[in-house]
């Protein structure tokens, strides 16, 4: 059974950081592209970043996420990292960790086969 789980959420204090690691098992991920989402209340999925398996990097062009977030792999631990530093209010979210059919990246959600049941962050002002 395939399955990414995420883990590294939590409750943090506005302009703090958190590293959220997303570890999958069932099968290797090695060769697969992977993704970050983020699911605010009330708001649709949107993407933060990616990484495809060749370490090439996507990060969502809104101006809120720019230059904050960081997107990382350890293939031999079968684990993808998000680094998230001076953390805001509006990032509270619940995030995800997507899995890709392929090598690729994409930025919409409907690229991705595998999901995590996803990590809540909260960022108190």
């Known amino acids: 059974q395939v399955q990414l789980v995420e883990s590294g959420g939590g409750l943090v204090q506005a302009g703090g950081s958190l590293r959220l690691s997303c570890a999958a098992s069932?099968?290797?991920?090695?060769?697969?592209?992977m993704g970050w989402f983020r699911q605010a209340p009330g708001k649709e999925r949107e993407f933060v970043t990616a990484?495809?398996?060749?370490?090439?990097?996507?990060?969502s062009q809104s101006e809120s996420l720019k230059g904050r977030f960081t997107i990382s792999r350890d293939n031999a631990k079968n684990t993808v990292y998000l680094q998230m530093n001076s953390l805001k209010p509006e990032d509270t979210a619940v995030y995800y960790c997507?899995?890709?059919?392929?090598?690729?990246?994409?930025?919409?959600?409907?690229?991705?086969?595998?999901w995590g049941q996803g990590t809540r962050v909260t960022v108190s002002s």
């Open positions: 997507a899995a890709g059919p392929g090598h690729g990246i994409a930025t919409t959600r409907y690229y991705y086969d595998y």
């Open positions: 069932g099968r290797t991920f090695s060769r697969n592209g």
């Open positions: 990484i495809s398996w060749s370490a090439d990097t996507l990060y």
